[in-house]
């Protein structure tokens, strides 16, 4: 019998938030269903996805691709592009336009990152400059997550 394994790849809040704060900043009344819009700073978890991926080649994988070799595809998509779908054409940030369907969408700065972490591993994504970038951007816009938080980050505990 084969037994099935789960990584959860969720990002946790930051430390230095509770229940009670973010209820108070987003105007949500005690006892009251509330829900934290997908725009707000609150929506920021610590980046989970980095972790799980390193996790999950760490834990099942076979020792025959590097990281280097697992993120090529992905770090290929991001800096040729890729058509955008349907779906995601409705998403538009800040008001700027949306990608139609069909168009081509690159991102080559954000290639940096999946390269960084094939080279510096958890380490230098979680304690580097990609972490203290993620952590300035999210305390100037009213945000809790801190250095010590992204240092924990580690899905298979």
């Known amino acids: 019998m084969k037994k099935v394994r789960v990584l959860n790849g969720s990002g946790r809040s930051g430390s230095n938030t509770s229940l009670e704060r973010t209820r108070r900043e987003l105007g949500v009344a005690d006892r009251e269903v509330g829900t934290i819009p997908m725009t707000s ?3 920021v978890t ?11 080649v760490e834990k099942f994988g076979n020792g025959r691709l590097s990281m280097e070799q697992i993120l090529a595809p992905a770090i290929e ?6 058509p955008v779908s349907e779906l995601t054409s409705v998403f538009s940030e ?3 336009r949306a990608p139609l369907p069909g168009e081509l969408f690159k991102n080559s700065y954000l290639a940096n990152t999946p390269k960084r972490l094939a080279q ?3 380490k230098g994504f979680y304690e580097g ?3 203290e970038a993620i952590v300035k951007v999210v305390q100037e816009r009213g945000g809790y997550l801190s250095m010590d938080d992204l240092k924990k980050a580690n899905i298979l505990e």
Do not use: Q, R, Y
Not at 46 to 56: H, I, K, L, R
Not at 77 to 82: M, V
């Open 94 to 96: 800040h008001g700027c």
């Open 46 to 56: 610590v980046p989970g996805a980095a972790a799980g991926w390193m996790d999950t």
């Open 77 to 82: 998509l991001a800096e040729k592009g890729f």
């Open 41 to 43: 700073i609150h929506a």
């Open 129 to 131: 400059s990609i972490a």
């Open 120 to 122: 510096l591993n958890k």
